[in-house]
């Protein structure tokens, strides 16, 4: 999806044009990788407009950077402040925000610790990320997620979607919506860059972190409303084949939301349409973050915007 522009960028503590958010071709990020983001949407709402779970987003930065030796020269306070800032200054909503902190120009050679850490936060606006309501057709990717003892999962860092791009660019070259991969012992880990869900007998199944799963701030927020909802949760290692017998499946993520999976492998997902948990879920997490419903659980920032239609 193209990247619609906005006017400004905020980095290292004050806004810039968009057009002047620059890095040095040599800069270490570029060669290696050295880079942890997040990404965060702020939904409209009746009279406003809400950043979605933006304190949870922010400390995940926070803590990706710690394990990645990377010292954040900004606070939790302060990052959360340039998420706001960023996002009124540019008035868009909705919106798709994107912080990312990296080893900026400095010096060369795979070690990192000499490299300065830059900080940037912009917003644009962005739709949805897998287009229609008919449901995803995916596959099971023959990419494996990183084993556990290579790359750390709970860290959000660029490098590792160079895994998500095979797994992803396998799926559509095949004609599926989205790759389903398994980790290095063969078990259900998650897709390309979305959490897992499975339903079967009326219980939510779904992959603990140690299945080489990312800790998604929209998966935690569908098992709170699960267990609010008095729907059984069990996070457990799944096989494979739990794909093609479940009742109902779906994706979690800030950019897939909450989407259910018509398919797996050429196999329907019960008759293809959202089933009832999965549509209770889906309406749940919607009415909150559209206004609709109380945000009981303090998820939302609000900002102040200008409102533009939906893209």
């Known amino acids: 999806m193209p990247i619609e522009t906005t006017k400004n960028i905020w980095h290292n503590g004050q806004l810039i044009p968009w057009e002047k958010a620059n890095i040095h071709v040599m800069s270490h990020v570029v060669h290696y990788g050295s880079s942890v983001f997040e990404g965060i949407r702020c939904y409209t709402q009746p009279g406003g407009a809400g950043i979605f779970r933006l304190n949870e987003h922010m400390q995940r930065l926070i803590h990706s950077a710690k394990i990645y030796r990377m010292p954040l020269p900004y606070s939790l306070e302060q990052l959360n402040a340039a ?27 795979v070690n990192p610790l000499k490299s300065p850490v830059e900080v940037y936060v912009a917003n644009f606006p962005w739709g949805k ?7 995803a057709d995916v596959c ?24 998500s791009q095979l797994i992803r660019m396998e799926a559509e070259v095949n004609g599926y919506a989205e790759g389903i991969a398994l ?7 998650e897709g390309s860059g979305e959490n897992l869900f499975v339903i079967r007998g009326g219980t939510i199944y779904t992959a603990p972190l140690a299945n080489s799963v990312l800790n998604g701030i929209t998966r935690d927020s569908i098992l709170v409303l699960a267990r609010q909802m008095g729907i059984p949760v069990v996070e457990q290692a799944m096989p494979r084949e739990m794909l093609y017998i479940c009742d109902e499946a779906f994706f979690t993520g800030t950019a897939a939301e909450v989407t259910h999976l018509r398919s797996v492998d ?30 009981r659980y303090n998820w939302l920032t609000p900002v102040t915007v200008r409102e533009t239609a939906a893209v």
């Open 83 to 109: 998420v706001i800032d960023v996002v009124e200054a540019n008035g868009v909503a909705p919106c798709y925000v994107r912080p990312i902190a990296f080893r900026g120009y400095g010096e060369i050679g």
């Open 183 to 189: 980790d290095t012992n063969g078990y259900l880990s």
């Open 266 to 295: 050429r196999i329907m997902v019960g008759d293809g349409t959202m089933g009832p948990i999965t549509t209770a879920l889906h309406k749940a997490f919607f009415n909150i973050v559209n206004g609709l419903a109380e945000d």
């Open 129 to 135: 990320y897998m287009p229609g309501n008919a449901g």
């Open 140 to 163: 099971v990717s023959s990419w494996s997620r990183l084993a556990p003892n290579t790359m750390p999962s709970l860290a959000k860092a660029g490098a590792n979607y160079m895994n």
